[in-house]
């Protein structure tokens, strides 16, 4: 059964910082690994999707990297602001196109 | 293109009673899926629908929670009856045939409180 874990499950920097959140798979097996942003009581937006023969995606500020015979991906997040208070989710895509989430890094920015 | 539109945004209900919540795909996707999203937990596959047949409902309380899929297009959710822990945000996503590709798509969410 695939897990998904992240961590930190909170972090807290000063605005300006670049930072990095960490996702972890326990089944190699997938096709592809979505990052995603929740604003708190709103639904996901999508943020990144690294396919399962690609190392790495770039959006702005954002990138994220992707490895899957460690299954490990990490979201880089540079220059950071207090808009990019959220939390942050990954979902990895397993067989029969199932999606299967970690519980999410909470960020927040201090200004 | 149109999002992934649910209604309603929030219920409060009392437990033991039975809601109902409703989902619209974004046009051509043949996936649906519901997840729960407990407060602090990243969501939980319920069910998946492609089409009208459902691929995927392990994870549904079947003794209390039903869903549907009319005609390949929308879907309603429903929980009858009700309990406390059943309180979490309920969302729904949908996908394309290249879903593997392109990733999926969620609606806002209905947060469901009961109490």
């Known amino acids: 059964k695939q897990e998904v874990t992240q961590i930190p499950a909170a972090l807290s920097v000063p605005e300006g910082e670049n930072l990095v959140l960490n996702c972890s798979f326990t089944d190699s097996a997938i096709y592809n690994l979505q990052w995603f942003r929740q604003d708190p009581g709103k639904g996901l937006t999508s943020l990144l999707l690294?396919?399962?023969?690609?190392r790495e995606q770039t959006s702005g500020r954002l990138n994220a990297s992707l490895d899957k015979s460690s299954g490990r991906s990490t979201l880089y997040i540079a220059a950071s602001q207090p808009g990019d208070s959220a939390t942050y989710l990954c979902?990895?895509?397993?067989?029969?196109?199932?999606?299967?989430f970690g519980q999410g890094t909470r960020l927040t920015i201090n200004p | 293109e149109a999002g992934v539109a649910q209604s309603p945004r929030y219920k409060i209900i009392e437990k033991r009673q039975s809601v109902a919540f409703w989902c619209n795909p974004i046009s051509g996707h043949a996936t649906l899926y519901w997840y729960q999203q407990i407060l602090g937990q990243g969501p939980k596959l319920l069910i998946q629908f492609q089409n009208n047949g459902v691929v995927d409902d392990s994870q549904l309380p079947k003794d209390r929670f039903s869903a549907e899929r009319l005609k390949g297009v929308d879907s309603t959710l429903k929980i009858q009856p009700a309990k406390l822990e059943d309180s979490a945000v309920y969302l729904c996503?949908?996908?394309?045939?290249?879903?593997?590709?392109?990733?999926?798509?969620f609606g806002s969410g209905t947060r469901l409180t009961v109490v």
């Open positions: 979902a990895v895509l397993q067989g029969a196109q199932k999606l299967v």
């Open positions: 690294i396919q399962s023969s690609q």
């Open positions: 996503a949908s996908s394309s045939p290249q879903g593997r590709r392109v990733g999926y798509t």
